[in-house]
């Protein structure tokens, strides 16, 4: 009976519980894969959030169960799963702080607000580098009740990945224009 009870504990506690190898282990690959993930993101990013489709929500939904399974190791267990949580999160936290202070932090941030459109002509340079196509801006502008080009100023491809849209006959003030690449001279 005793024997029962001790085998029962152990099938519950390997469902629950990790080795100090384990939490290495789990650990090592949260900050390697939370570093890849990052970089994904840094690099597309923006696009996936501004052309949101079917195939980009599939892709980002695939690296994050890659990338989940991936930290588990062998056999996923509760520790294990809120050991890389709080791995993921320190991380973030660190990454935060950290990226501050980064040199490269400049060329890396393309969290400035740019210019897409100006007057009609497509900034195709900026399409480029931040890998969107004109038929995903066209796409994007007729979600956003777009009927012609003649009433639009600027398409704004903002930090978080959506567009802002501002008609031809309106400026943007000085406070809202700071920070914004590529917005034509008065």
Do not use: N
Not at 40 to 49: I, Y
Not at 88 to 109: D, I, Q, T
């Amino acid at each position: 009976m005793v024997r029962d009870d001790v085998l029962m504990m152990e099938r519950i506690w390997s469902h629950i519980g990790i080795t100090w190898i384990g939490v290495v282990a789990v650990v090592c690959s949260t900050v390697v894969l939370y570093g890849a993930i990052t970089f994904v993101l840094r690099v597309w990013g923006r696009r996936l959030q501004a052309s949101a489709s079917s195939l980009s929500l599939a892709l980002l939904t695939l690296l994050g169960a890659i990338a989940a399974r991936a930290t588990l190791g062998d056999y996923p267990t509760l520790l294990g799963g809120l050991t890389a949580i709080a791995t993921a999160l320190v991380m973030e936290r660190l990454f935060g702080a950290w990226s501050r202070f980064l040199p490269m932090r400049r060329r890396w941030r393309s969290r400035d607000p740019v210019v897409l459109l100006s007057g009609g002509v497509v900034q195709h340079d900026e399409l480029a580098r931040h890998r969107m196509t004109e038929a995903q801006l066209w796409s994007e502008l007729r979600m956003k009740g777009i009927t012609d080009l003649q009433g639009v100023g600027l398409v704004i491809l903002e930090p978080r990945g959506r567009l802002s849209v501002v008609p031809a006959d309106r400026r943007l003030s000085p406070r809202l224009a700071a920070g914004v690449v590529g917005l034509p001279a008065d």
